[in-house]
């Protein structure tokens, strides 16, 4: 029943998504400003990141900023068994392949690092700190891997502001997110 809930919201926020006004370099840039309030970045020196597809708020900007300001940049990576996401360094010269769902990753030959901050995509987020990914999971899996762990990290979705809605569909695998970074505001839910 849920799983059916959460695919028509997807569906939906899919569409809205793709009818929001663009201004992708001024929006861009507010993202690096909205960045600089998370109080924990300053102490942080891997960030896990990704390469926007489609869509979303593009966060290449973002991306040179923090490489420029001396962060070490990690993308996500999917290996052919595993449920939950790897990171691999990136920087502006790394060679990107098609990984799976053509999301382009770095490749083998790029040294796997364990971020303190994760950047993640999404469709739509809610005020509570819920965000609704594209279905696969692997970023609540990788939260939930991490903290049985006991890996210590900040979690961010980064999206448009138009992407907020009421409330996003929940069950036991969705992990609550720390803030969410748009073009507009950093919100941090309570």
Known sequence: MIDQQKKKLRILCSRKRNTLKR????????????ILEIKELKKISIIASYISIKTEISVEPLNDYLISVEKNI?????L????????RSYDKKTF?????????????TKEELLPNLILTPCLAFDKFG????????????????????????VSVAVAYD????DKVIIDQNDQKIDYILTEKK?????
């Open 23 to 34: 201004d992708d370099n001024n929006f861009s840039s507010q993202l690096i400003k909205k």
């Open 74 to 78: 990690c993308l996500p990576v999917i």
């Open 80 to 87: 052919k068994n595993n449920k939950y996401l790897i990171f």
């Open 96 to 108: 990107l392949k098609k990984g799976k769902f053509e999301i382009p990753e770095p490749d083998e």
């Open 130 to 153: 819920y965000r609704l990914g594209y279905g696969g999971g692997y970023y609540d899996r990788t939260f939930k891997r991490f903290r049985k762990l006991g890996h210590t990290f």
């Open 162 to 165: 138009g992407q907020k809605i």
């Open 186 to 190: 950093l919100y941090r839910p309570k």
